[in-house]
C-alpha cells in the first residue's frame, strides 16, 4: 500500500492521506500512516502546496499540530503557502507550536550535550 498516493479527481489537488487526516486530527491514522513511510513534509499540488501541518492548522486541530511537530514536521518561520503564510496563520494563537518546537530542540541539544559530556 502506497501511504503517499495523493489523492485524484477535479479538486483535489493533490492531498495524501496524511493531508486527510491531518485536517481531520485522526492522529490514530497520522501515527499509522507516519509508522508506514508517509511523508510528513508532502506538498500538495498547485500554486499552494501545502503540508498536512498547513491542513490541520487551517481546521484548528491542536492535537494534529502537535503530533505533526512531535514528529519532525518541517516549521520554520518561511513554509509558507502561495499567499506566503506559515501554517499558523491558519491557527491564530497557536503560537505554541513554535514554543514546543523549540523545547524539543532544547531538550535534544541537552541530552546531546549530557552524551557527549559523559564519554570524556
Known amino acids: 500500500m502506497d501511504v503517499n498516493v495523493p489523492t485524484w479527481g477535479p479538486k483535489s489537488k493533490g492531498a495524501t492521506p496524511l493531508h486527510l487526516a491531518a485536517e ?8 499509522e500512516l507516519l509508522e508506514r513511510g ?3 513534509d508532502a506538498r500538495t499540488k498547485g500554486a499552494c502546496g501545502w503540508t498536512p501541518l498547513h491542513n490541520a492548522a487551517k481546521e484548528r486541530r491542536r ?3 502537535k503530533f505533526l511537530v512531535e514528529n519532525g514536521a518541517f516549521l520554520p518561520p518561511d513554509i509558507n ?3 506566503f503564510n ?5 491557527c491564530p494563537g497557536l503560537d ?3 514554543e514546543e518546537l523549540e523545547r524539543l530542540q532544547q531538550e535534544s541539544l541537552s541530552s546531546g550535550e549530557t552524551s557527549s559530556s559523559s564519554e570524556g
Open 24 to 31: 481531520g486530527g485522526h492522529l490514530s491514522v497520522m501515527d
Open 38 to 40: 508517509a511523508n510528513i
Open 63 to 65: 492535537a494534529a499540530v
Open 81 to 83: 503557502d502561495c499567499r
Open 86 to 90: 506559515p501554517p499558523l496563520h491558519y
Open 96 to 98: 505554541w507550536a513554535y
